[in-house]
């Protein structure tokens, strides 16, 4: 297998086609190798349009997404941002390369241990890596300029939204399956925010998320 090939063909044929045109986003998803952060037993699927299993019953997202992700969040050098859900520690280490630091909450131990052993491989010194549960935000280091969510939502905790400072942006997986919305929360000044929705997709849940009243017959 080619792998600078099958690196280009995917951000030429599924990156750039799905409206990521952000050259420095482009050069971060060349630069990050992206095969070293998945399980071994997938390495051939690296590159394919594709979630990729994890274990725990959780996945990486597909390339696109995490590309598009990355575009919405228009990321600056000095940036803070929180990552809710490290998993394989791919997207930390795209975001870390693109933000001043980033502060990545896992709620599994060992995927935490795992993605630290990675980041560290790759000389990621920009990021912090904690366990614990922070589907409702993680006040620690608020406030931030950025917060992604890896996951998806039924809807948004309010305390998410609170711990971004003014200028900030959180982006969101929001809604059921199978249809869900992605959402780009900014803050316009405290106690503000616009609310955006950007694409429709659908991914799986984050755990332990406030779940809305369900109506029952």
């Known amino acids: 297998m080619d792998i600078e090939r099958a690196r280009s063909n995917m951000i030429e044929s599924q ?3 799905w409206e990521v045109l952000d050259q420095r986003v482009l050069d971060t998803l060349s630069a990050v190798r992206r095969e070293e952060f998945v399980p071994e037993r997938y390495r051939p699927l690296a590159f394919v349009d594709m979630e990729i299993p994890l274990g725990h019953g ?5 390339p696109k ?10 990321l600056e050098d000095g940036d803070r941002v929180l990552e809710v859900g490290t998993g ?19 709620l599994r131990p060992d995927f935490s241990a795992a993605a630290a052993g990675k980041l560290a491989a790759h000389a990621v010194a920009n990021a912090t890596l904690e366990v614990g549960d922070a589907a ?3 006040s620690r280091h608020a406030p931030y300029d950025a917060i992604l969510l890896t996951g998806s939502v039924p809807v948004l905790a309010p305390r998410l939204r609170a711990q ?3 200028g900030g942006r959180l982006l969101a997986v929001v809604g059921d399956p199978p249809v869900m919305t992605a959402r780009l929360i900014s803050c316009v000044t405290d106690g503000a925010w616009n609310d955006t929705g950007l694409f429709e997709t659908c991914i799986a849940p984050l755990r332990n998320v406030p779940q809305p009243e369900r109506f029952v017959f």
């Open 15 to 17: 990156i750039r086609t």
């Open 58 to 62: 959780e996945v990486m997202l597909a």
């Open 65 to 74: 997404l995490e590309a598009r992700m990355l575009q919405e969040l228009t």
């Open 88 to 106: 394989s520690g791919y997207m930390t280490a795209l975001l870390a390369s693109l933000a001043g630091h980033v502060y990545s909450v896992e």
């Open 136 to 138: 409702q935000g993680w």
């Open 164 to 166: 971004l400072g003014p």
